[in-house]
């Protein structure tokens, strides 16, 4: 197992250790690491459930399925594939949350290209762009949303009523940035695809109990249900089914313990460090005025240089929560802005290791280039929209 771990595995072990070190020297207070390991159980439990229902929706075929009719649908035209992708890669980033997106999203579209002859780029780029840019309607499209829900005092209808013009706004921006610096004719070079051959789903009482627990997680959050007792319903379904008709491939890889340590390491480490001069830093860096446009391109900044949670989690600190605005500004700065740096966020960092094992090139100086435009146009106009 050791010889598994890879280079951000140890970081993430690294976190967490770092974190207990600081509880067991009392730089962070027994009372304090507690309260702040509370706060994040049932974020826990959501992630957990959460990627397990992706992960074995994947194994099912809906995900194939929806791609592969999708580009059936397009019939060989790249402007309707290319509202289609947007559609569907919005939809599964709001719904089921962004690492979803360029965690199981990524590979099936990957596999699609060779299908139907598409460009793999631009396939690539929607999925990553739109798991980063299309997490701001609900509360589980983002790990970021649900560490802010307390504070900014919405419920999830309320913070979609809130979010649902720079959701959209952010999302336009997006296309705009894809279509020109990817799906164009001119980048892509071919006028038509071909649509590719439907193939049969291998179990269709998989494939039937995974869209209903992905259906059912969604009808639990329209209803008000919390977040993790909406997960696990959806998992217990999911699971189930796998335990009835296809045991073996229940396995403990489908568990993201990389997610759960590095949550946790992040969630003792951030509250030290604001006791020691880390708040004092944020503040000064933010200002005291109350500036949106200010706050959204510290954390956008912050995110593309050590990761978005860990920058959300070290400005929000120093945010009144009476100062809903600047909290939701933070969001979009930390959700909108890590399209620049691959480590800017798990999901990026997740999507180009997708990138690698499907031989797809992403060539580094075309991503930072045109990730740093959409980052400050999409925080711009969201923030604008906010």
């Not at 391109?297 to 070290?314: F, H, W």
């Amino acid at each position: 197992m050791l010889r598994r771990l890879g280079v951000l595995d140890w970081i993430r072990i690294g976190l967490l250790v770092l974190g207990l070190v600081f509880v067991a020297t009392g730089l962070l207070p027994w009372d304090d690491a507690v309260a702040s390991i509370d706060e994040i159980g049932p974020l826990l439990i959501f992630l957990v459930a959460i990627i397990v229902v992706a992960e074995l929706t994947k194994e099912a075929q809906v995900f194939d399925a929806i791609a592969a009719r999708m580009a059936v649908l397009g019939r060989g035209n790249y402007a309707a594939l290319f509202f289609l992708c947007v559609a569907f890669a919005s939809f599964i980033t709001i719904f089921l949350n962004l690492d979803t997106t360029a965690v199981l999203l990524t590979p099936v579209m990957l596999a699609l290209a060779p299908k139907a002859r598409i460009a793999a780029l631009p396939l690539a780029m929607t999925t990553i762009w739109l798991a980063n840019t299309a997490s701001l309607l609900l509360p589980v499209s983002n790990l970021t949303n649900l560490l802010g829900m307390d504070k900014i005092g919405l419920d999830a209808q309320e913070f979609a009523a809130r979010m649902w013009a720079p959701q959209i706004a952010s999302i336009a921006v997006t296309m705009v940035f894809l279509w020109v610096f990817f799906w164009r004719r001119g980048e892509r070079r071919d006028l038509r695809y071909t649509p590719p051959v439907l193939e049969p789903v291998a179990d269709r009482v998989l494939f039937g109990a995974a869209a209903a627990g992905c259906l059912l997680f969604i009808a639990l959050l329209l209803l008000k249900a919390h977040v993790a007792v909406a997960a696990t319903a959806a998992a217990a379904i999911v699971v189930g089914a796998f335990l009835l008709r296809a045991r073996e491939r229940l396995t403990w890889g489908l568990i993201p313990w990389q997610l759960v340590v590095f949550v946790t390491g992040l969630f003792l480490v951030v509250p030290t460090l604001s006791r020691h001069g880390l708040s004092d830093l944020m503040t000064w860096m933010i200002g005291v005025e109350g500036d949106p446009y200010r706050t959204a391109a510290v954390g956008a900044g912050l995110s593309n240089a050590i990761n978005n949670l860990p920058a959300y989690q070290a400005v929000e600190t120093v945010i009144p929560a009476a100062d809903q605005d600047r909290l939701l500004a933070l969001l979009v700065g930390t959700n909108v802005g890590p399209v620049v740096t691959p480590w800017a966020s798990l999901a990026t960092l997740l999507w180009f290791e997708s990138c690698r094992r499907h031989e797809v090139k992403v060539p580094m100086r075309r991503f930072l280039l045109t990730g740093t435009g959409l980052a400050v146009v999409g925080v711009v106009v969201t923030v604008w929209a906010l």
